[in-house]
């Protein structure tokens, strides 16, 4: 049973919305002269619109509220504490009913996308252990797979840290212990003393989950001393929703922190990337120097638009939870069917079981076809693997073209 996460009809979620940008500051009825925020140029975007009366998204984009800072740790800009109260429930949602948090346990915000998040959890880790243990950034390294997403290496440069990178089996894109503990050793041996670690949660090109237990079991042998954020900007809208037994959730002590993208699997807009983690970190990058904002700033971000926050939670709220799991369920009939045509056609591909990503190797696909599909490859330069991605769009019907044109020349 979902605790804040329940259906609502469009009538309830109108009501919500409007009733929440009602508590936001109303720049035309009320004397406000002091802040640097205003509805959108209403020479451009008309206010009055009768069409706004019914899209509570669009309505929330023209009053354009401004959700700068962390909402869950208390104190935010007063201006717009009506719709921050929707990022909270979002923020809910997704940390308990989804991640399988305890309620008001953990921090969160709506982040512009996956990167940012990521960048956001290692810059709090990277602070901790150079506040609380008094570390110096040679003696701090990222570590996740070479299949990680690219923003880590961002983050490492960013960040100034190092990282390292545990290699994959060719085939099964897997860790292995061997990997890990020969990552972990080389970095010890180069100086490093604290490990941030970033669990992949479906990657981007595979869709592959690292198994969590290898890394911790490796991290413990080898005594690390270690911080772990799961990397679900691709599958944290999905995961969940496939896998029984899922070890990466706020159940698991050994995992401090999340990255999920609406913006991926939930079909929001851009913007909208989700930074969860356990209370009592976020103080790590709080920046006092905000000190024109209320409640200050514990955000990469800075300013941002509360309607992105808003479209999530009324996507999630629209569907449901039993809609949501119908959502997957059907997704997940398609990957299975094409990986079954796949099969006949003795084509090898890669797919995680849990997963809506099949990924064939390029010397079954010709340059056309890659083309007329728009299939993505690993690597443009030369790649090894193609994908596929079974999102709301790709239907059966479609897949069975691109089945049947591969027939040809196979
Ligand atoms: C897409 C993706 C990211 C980055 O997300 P953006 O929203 O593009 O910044 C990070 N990690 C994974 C696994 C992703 O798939």
Partial sequence: MTQFWTKKSEEEIKKIVFNALDKNINYDKE??????????????????????????????????????????????????????????????????????????????????????????????????????????????????SKDSHYSMDKAANLLSINIHKYDVNEHTREITAASVEQTLTSAKNKGIKYFIVVANM???????????????????????????????????????????????????????????????????????????????????????????????????????????????????AKNGPYGWQEKIFILQKRAEWICKELEQLNIKYYRNPMSNIVTIGSSYLNPELVKKYGLVPDNHVSPKWYKIVIMEHVTVDKLALFINDIKETV
């Avoid at 949602?93 to 940012?116: F, M, N, R």
């Avoid at 995961?239 to 999340?258: A, D």
Wanted: a negative charge.
């Fill in 202 to 316: 479906m990657t981007t090109m595979y869709g592959s989950v690292d198994n969590i237990e290898t890394i911790i079991d490796s991290l413990k042998k080898l005594k690390c001393e270690y911080k772990i954020h799961v990397d679900g900007a691709y599958g944290g809208f999905y995961y969940p929703f496939t896998i029984k037994n899922n070890l990466l959730t706020f159940q698991n002590p050994e995992i401090t922190s999340f990255t999920l993208d609406a913006h991926k699997m939930a079909q929001s807009p851009y913007g909208t990337g989700i930074f969860l983690i356990r209370k009592g970190f976020m103080k790590y990058v709080n920046t006092q120097e905000a000190s024109y904002v209320e409640g200050q700033d514990f955000t990469l971000v800075g300013s941002r638009s509360g309607a992105n926050a808003i479209a999530v939670w009324m996507i999630l």
């Fill in 31 to 144: 004397g406000v002269i002091g802040v640097p925020a205003s509805y959108l140029d209403d020479k451009v975007f008309n206010q009055d619109a009768t069409f706004l009366k019914d899209a509570p998204f669009m309505y929330a984009l023209v009053k354009n509220p401004n959700h700068i800072g962390c909402h869950t740790l208390g104190n935010s800009e007063s201006f717009f504490e009506g719709t921050h109260a929707i990022e909270k429930d979002l923020i809910e949602i997704c940390a308990v009913d989804i991640l399988k948090g305890i309620p008001h346990e953990q921090d969160g915000y709506v982040a512009s996308g996956g990167t940012e998040a990521n960048i956001q959890a290692i810059w709090i880790y990277r602070n901790y252990y150079m506040q609380q243990m008094n570390a110096s950034r040679d003696e701090i390294a990222i570590v996740c």
